[in-house]
């Protein structure tokens, strides 16, 4: 179903062409970090408490190791945001007098051998006198809790607060939505890795990572260690998942490029799974209590909020502490009409690992909250859910919400419309109270929301960051025998941006996707870019790509239209070939490619020898939307959850590969589930990390996830260039509110309510407990 400008006569966008990324990897072929060779190994010595001051680190003769003390003129990690009250705190590469979280790095260790390493590390002694941790949100606030960073008072890195006016006069009914969302983890497949390798002749380092931005670690590193950027190499291979973990830079790597420097050699670190649970960056780890004015016929006329985020000990860079409150705070509004909104956001010091974005960020917290607060009021009216909705849901566009956001054209009332089209609420009430009687417990959910993606400078210069990020480039040269290369700085690993850019890029010079290659990921051979994070890249890549072509195209019909003797306007490129409009005269792009290069006597000296475009693209962004709908089974005597159905309906703008889009949807629901319903990073009191293994943090399986049912509306976005928008976090942000509204629709005959994720079998049984007084 597409809203729009209709079908394009350009071959190649809208294609579900195959993946050129795949055929390595489903082969053995691809290269990662871990598979390059180094002359040393690392192994990171943790900090087995979550408070303390360090007294001693010492090692047997023979362990090389190195702490902080060796560091010593190289600069901590310091993130500035000169808004809502946020503090600045330092962090060292190796903690120095201090530790502040289980896992934080102190030391490390070189040998010739992982496993080497591995057992050196084992042999440092550390002394550290324990100080009380602060481990939980609570304890944080309290008035008599310690600090985590002495110049911090109440541990509130970050305060911030929004108010559009008074109370409303006409409400009808005040409604509340408290929830909890338990702490995660990325969990991707390939855990962080670093080689660093030094050449002596340049004094010149190449770092090769697990990275989403190359070229920001490459600044960011250089900064921290002192050296020219032009002194330092960072080149992202195949990389295993990233998910906002990986846009992360974390402390271990700009200590391997400082041990590759200092010993003149190559060393490597691989990170293991205990390790990235551990100290690899968490998320959403939050509490949401909104209160909604509803007027008589259910219109929301006004919500107050108050989110306080638990955001770990240090600030990550370059998000910084605020990127999960501050979202939060921003987007809260979602998809639906009013304007009267007060909230207060906070971002919470603990001693536990530091907070990172992870796909989705701060969203699929607070639709869950807006959500839920849609349910409660639901059943305050005495409406299906979808009917409220129905009532509240953003019409008329451009519409701009009361926190200041440009919603473009979007489809926010009919995409729910087609979800429960897909469900047939009627019959599955039916259905509903049959299975009641039999003992048999469902449960139908609903989730409506946006995704704000390819935003550029305009929405980061709003942050008040210490640097303004949002653009990307693209330089496209085609070779003399008509071969295009693409460089890009956005850095891809997994959302086949190297197919889709092929694909834009071909209709636009009139060739076919097989004649391209895009490079990305390496700081020597791309232009300066941001990197793949935030549903970006296919919209302000794909963009500064379509600009670059389009030079290119046009620089192809001055040419050729000297050759046919016609006027550039005359000139069509397809299919590889120039033609005169309306005439049989025609002439190969390779052969205009090679007249560019080898014959520039025969054109114009107004023409430059050569084909090479550059273009930049720097949009203020789109929005996507879906609906999302999830049936479930609830199991009453062990609170076991099963999904018996997950409905996408999902507008993304223009769909450049459907085959992919499919895919990104796959993969992120596969993640919303889990974050409903299994993955949850536990600490114990003293600040101690409980689920360190795959056995105790529990990633969802092919039994898990059920079929995906999706449905497609295609709004060509004047907020675009390519008219297509992002959505690579769209799948993970709807699941938990519809699983956890689910959840609830089935428990509603017990009277018992979960408003916490995940919502484990624990959860929900002890909610049925409590509701039956147990």
Not at 3 to 26: C, F, H, M, T, Y
Not at 191 to 206: F, G, I, K
Not at 735 to 741: D, E, T, Y
Request: hydrophobic share 40%; charged share 20%.
């Amino acid at each position: 179903m597409s809203k729009g400008n209709g079908a394009d006569s350009k071959a190649w966008i809208g294609q579900p062409i195959k993946r050129v990324e795949d055929l390595p990897l489903v082969t053995g072929k691809g290269v990662f970090t871990a598979d390059l060779k180094a002359d040393l190994f690392a192994r990171f010595v943790r900090s087995p408490l979550a408070s303390g001051k360090i007294v001693k680190i010492s090692a047997p003769d023979g362990v090389k190791l190195i702490t902080a003390k060796d560091l010593a003129g190289v600069n901590p990690i310091r993130i500035v945001l000169q808004n809502y009250n946020y503090i600045p705190v330092e962090q060292p590469l190796l903690a120095t007098d201090y530790v502040r979280f289980v896992g934080e790095p102190i030391a490390v260790v070189l040998a010739d051998s992982m496993e080497a390493a591995e057992d050196a590390a084992d042999q440092v002694e550390i002394d550290i006198t324990e100080i009380t941790p602060v481990v939980t949100v609570a304890e944080a606030l309290s008035e008599d809790s310690p600090l985590v960073h002495p110049h911090v008072a109440g541990n509130t890195v970050v305060d911030g607060q929004f108010s559009s006016g008074p109370a409303p006069e006409n409400v009808y009914k005040k409604v509340r939505s408290d929830v909890r969302t338990y702490r995660e983890a990325a969990l991707p497949l390939e855990p962080r890795q670093a080689h660093a390798a030094y050449d002596r002749l340049s004094d010149r380092v190449t770092l090769t990572c697990t990275t989403q931005s190359p070229h920001l670690f490459r600044t960011i590193i250089s900064d921290l260690l002192g050296r020219p950027e032009a002194k330092l190499r960072v080149i992202a291979p195949d990389v295993g998942g990233g998910f906002g973990q990986k846009a992360t830079l974390p402390p271990e790597f700009p200590v391997i490029a400082w041990l590759a420097v200092h010993f003149g050699t190559s060393v490597a670190w691989n990170e293991d799974r205990r390790e990235n649970l551990l100290a690899g960056f968490h998320a959403r780890d939050a509490e949401l209590s909104l209160e909604g004015s509803f007027d008589a016929q259910g219109k929301l006329l006004a919500v107050d909020a108050d989110i306080r985020v638990n955001v770990g000990a240090y600030s990550s860079f370059p998000t910084s502490f605020a990127v999960e409150p501050l979202m939060a705070l921003n987007e809260m509004p979602g998809v639906y009409d009013f304007q009267n909104y007060r909230c207060r956001s906070r971002g919470i010091a603990t001693n536990t690992c530091p907070m990172a974005p992870y796909r989705g960020v701060a969203r699929p917290m607070v639709v869950l909250a807006m959500e839920r607060l849609f349910d409660n009021a639901a059943i305050a009216f005495g409406l299906e859910p979808t009917e409220l909705r129905r009532r509240n849901l953003i019409r008329q566009f451009p519409y701009k919400s009361v926190t200041g956001l440009t919603f473009d054209e979007a489809t926010y009332a009919e995409t729910m419309e087609m979800a429960v089209t897909a469900i047939n609420i009627p019959e599955f009430r039916d259905r509903q109270l049959k299975a009641r009687a039999n003992g048999e417990y469902l449960g139908v959910g609903f989730a409506t929301f946006s995704e704000r993606t390819g935003f550029g400078t305009p929405a980061f210069a709003a942050r008040k960051m210490q640097f303004t990020m949002g653009w990307e480039q693209a330089q496209i040269s085609m070779d003399p025998s008509g071969f295009v290369e693409a460089r890009v700085g956005a850095s891809p690993h997994g959302q086949g941006l190297r197919t889709t850019l092929s694909q834009i890029i071909a209709d636009e010079i009139g060739i076919s996707p097989d004649k391209i290659t895009v490079v990305h990921g390496d700081t020597d051979r791309t232009p300066y870019g941001w990197g793949t994070f935030a549903s970006r890249s296919l919209v302000i890549t794909g963009g500064a790509s379509k600009l670059a072509a389009q030079k290119l195209n046009g620089k192809l019909r001055t040419i050729a239209s000297h050759l046919l003797e016609t006027s550039a306007e005359d000139i069509v490129i397809e299919a590889g070939v120039a033609k005169v409009k309306g005439t049989d005269r025609l002439i190969s792009v390779a052969d205009l490619a090679r007249t560019a290069y080898h014959q520039a006597p025969r054109l114009p000296k107004t023409i430059e020898p050569g084909l090479n475009e550059t273009a930049t693209y720097d949009p203020g962004g789109t929005f996507s939307n879906a609906c999302h709908a999830a049936i479930v089974r609830v199991d009453i005597e062990t609170g076991q959850v099963a999904i018996e159905r997950f409905v996408v309906m999902e507008d993304a703008g223009r769909l450049i590969n459907p085959m992919i889009v499919d895919g990104q949807i796959h993969g992120g629901v596969a993640q919303g589930i889990a974050n409903a319903l299994l993955e949850e990073v536990v600490y114990d009191d003293t600040g101690n990390v409980l689920t360190t293994t795959l056995a105790d943090f529990l990633p969802p399986t092919s039994l898990d996830i059920p079929a995906i049912e999706i449905g497609h509306v295609e709004t060509w976005t004047s907020a675009s260039i390519t008219k297509a928008k992002g959505l690579g976090e769209g799948g993970a942000i709807g699941p938990p509110a519809a699983i956890l509204n689910a959840i609830n629709d089935a428990l509603a005959p017990f009277g018992a309510s979960i408003n916490a994720i995940p919502a484990s079998p624990r959860r929900v049984y002890a909610a049925l407990r409590e509701a039956r007084g147990l």
